[in-house]
């Protein structure tokens, strides 16, 4: 079924391209009547009609039954059937990988979080994670010919259009998409940037209850932005919109790992908290993290977030000045895009109001009034999870819109 439907797709054909179409209303809005799809897309009620018989024949859309009115018939309900398809998601994190299935609805099947893996520009570091999606895709208990797809999450610059990324696996000619298709046995294969996946995942599943235009703050070991204006991710000419973290912020003469100096990241992401933190514990200053270990060589940055929830007071300190500083070059975000909305995500949000409150106060004190009063700060409600919901989300979406 879900080879019939790829070969279709593929073809580009005018039926092709309706059914696509079909396929991404019912993504958005769950199920409908003919009469509302009809309207919503221009054509008459017995094209759709058509269409819809076909492809339930087929088996992407189901009946789900008649619409409870207030009198008159009862029209029927149709929405996209579960099982006729499968999408993987693979999020690719500085030191683990998540992994996730979803159906052809959307629902979550399996996610399998925090398998470790060393991210690092190398074949080989390619080879372990080609390695990781083959085990995860083996283990599974769906029929292998209804993948559909296979998105994977990557951070820095990555071209989701023409499969190359060039932040990391960034060492053939060939497109990274056509080599991780060769490497897990053929199936289909997309990339995409990681914000923009947290992004997607929150707009499809999470935080966002409506609003069209959304800025997501992603900042972890690194810094990042994901944009969505009039309701459609905004990927830039290339695919490189967001980077967010490497505009420059200070005159500090660090080099970041991009090769500028004085990024914003240099001093406002998960990698300037655990290196400011190391100068701190090395100049004597007093943490749970340097009593309670010998070595600060492994050292990870979920450390210091569970040093912060358990009240350490240095570690504290030093995410609420990430927030002073993260707030301020976010109220210029705002003064620029006006958003509706601003979700402030990725491993460092795991710290709650200690991030979050100074974020906030210091957003009022740097935007424009009017501006301030249109735009609501919240947390991410998927929180880790983010980021591989939506890696899903994208693998589905990326064949149909």
Same mark, same amino acid.
């Given at each position: 079924? =879900?080879?019939n439907?790829?070969?279709?797709? @593929?073809?580009?054909?005018?039926?092709?391209?309706? /059914?696509?179409?079909?396929? &991404? *209303?019912?993504?958005?809005?769950?199920?409908s &009547?003919?009469?509302d799809?009809?309207?919503?897309?221009?054509?008459?009620?017995?094209t759709?009609?058509?269409?819809?018989?076909?492809?339930?024949?087929?088996?992407?859309?189901?009946?789900?039954?008649k619409? #409870? &009115? %207030?009198?008159?018939?009862?029209?029927s309900?149709?929405?996209?059937?579960?099982?006729? =398809?499968?999408?993987?998601?693979?999020?690719?994190?500085?030191?683990?990988? +998540?992994?996730?299935?979803?159906? !052809?609805?959307?629902?979550?099947?399996?996610?399998?979080?925090?398998?470790?893996?060393?991210?690092?520009?190398?074949?080989?570091?390619l080879?372990?994670?080609? /390695?990781?999606?083959?085990?995860?895709?083996?283990? $599974?208990?769906? @029929?292998?010919?209804k993948?559909?797809?296979i998105?994977?999450?990557?951070? =820095?610059?990555?071209?989701?259009?023409?499969?190359?990324?060039?932040?990391?696996?960034?060492?053939?000619?060939?497109?990274?998409?056509?080599?991780?298709s @060769?490497?897990?046995?053929?199936?289909?294969?997309?990339?995409?940037?990681?914000?923009?996946?947290?992004?997607?995942?929150?707009?499809m599943?999470?935080?966002?209850?409506?609003?069209?235009?959304?800025?997501?703050?992603?900042i972890?070991?690194?810094?990042?932005?994901g944009?969505?204006?009039?309701?459609?991710?905004?990927?830039?000419?290339?695919?490189?919109?967001? #980077?967010?973290?490497?505009?420059?912020?200070?005159?500090?003469?660090?080099?970041?790992?991009?090769?500028?100096?004085?990024?914003?990241?240099?001093?406002?992401?998960?990698?300037? $908290? *655990?290196?400011?933190?190391?100068? *701190?514990?090395?100049?004597?200053?007093?943490?749970?993290? %340097?009593?309670?270990?010998k070595?600060?060589?492994?050292?990870?940055?979920?450390?210091?977030?569970?040093?912060?929830?358990?009240?350490?007071?240095l570690?504290? #300190?030093?995410?609420?000045?990430?927030?002073v /500083?993260?707030?301020?070059?976010?109220?210029? $975000?705002?003064?620029? !895009? +006006?958003?509706? $909305?601003?979700?402030?995500?990725?491993?460092?949000?795991?710290?709650?109001?200690?991030? &979050?409150?100074?974020?906030t106060?210091?957003?009022?004190?740097?935007t424009?009034?009017?501006?301030?009063?249109?735009?609501?700060?919240? #947390?991410?409600?998927?929180? @880790?999870?983010?980021?591989?919901?939506?890696?899903?989300?994208? %693998?589905? %979406?990326?064949?149909?819109e």
């Open positions: 079924m =879900g080879e439907l790829l070969k279709e797709i @593929e073809k580009g054909s005018k039926m092709a391209v309706m /059914k696509k179409k079909i396929i &991404t *209303h019912y993504i958005y809005n769950g199920s &009547t003919i009469t799809l009809a309207r919503e897309m221009d054509l008459s009620v017995p759709v009609t058509k269409f819809i018989d076909e492809m339930c024949e087929e088996g992407y859309i189901n009946d789900c039954g619409l #409870e &009115t %207030s009198g008159g018939r009862h029209p309900l149709y929405g996209l059937n579960a099982d006729s =398809g499968y999408f993987v998601g693979v999020e690719v994190r500085q030191f683990s990988v +998540n992994l996730g299935l979803i159906n !052809f609805k959307g629902d979550i099947v399996q996610l399998k979080m925090n398998v470790p893996f060393k991210a690092k520009n190398t074949p080989e570091s080879d372990e994670l080609c /390695k990781l999606i083959k085990n995860f895709l083996q283990k $599974l208990s769906v @029929e292998k010919d993948i559909l797809n998105n994977v999450n990557l951070s =820095g610059r990555v071209n989701p259009d023409l499969g190359y990324s060039y932040s990391i696996f960034n060492f053939d000619e060939r497109p990274l998409t056509d080599m991780i @060769e490497k897990v046995g053929g199936y289909r294969v997309s990339i995409d940037n990681d914000t923009r996946a947290m992004i997607y995942g929150e707009y599943q999470g935080v966002v209850k409506g609003e069209k235009n959304i800025i997501f703050i992603n972890s070991w690194g810094l990042g932005m944009i969505i204006i009039d309701g459609k991710i905004y990927k830039g000419k290339s695919g490189f919109s967001g #980077e967010f973290g490497h505009n420059f912020g200070y005159e500090n003469q660090i080099i970041c790992h991009c090769g500028k100096k004085g990024c914003i990241e240099t001093e406002v992401s998960g990698a300037a $908290l *655990h290196r400011i933190l190391l100068e *701190h514990i090395n100049n004597g200053e007093n943490s749970i993290i %340097s009593n309670a270990r070595s600060l060589d492994d050292l990870t940055l979920d450390d210091i977030i569970e040093a912060v929830n358990k009240e350490d007071l570690c504290i #300190e030093l995410v609420e000045e990430i927030g /500083k993260l707030g301020r070059h976010v109220a210029g $975000l705002i003064n620029i !895009f +006006n958003p509706e $909305l601003v979700i402030i995500g990725g491993s460092l949000s795991r710290t709650g109001d200690y991030l &979050t409150q100074p974020i106060t210091a957003i009022r004190k740097y424009l009034n009017l501006m301030n009063r249109d735009s609501v700060i919240v #947390e991410s409600k998927l929180k @880790e999870r983010a980021g591989i919901i939506g890696a899903c989300m994208l %693998s589905r %979406s990326k064949l149909f």
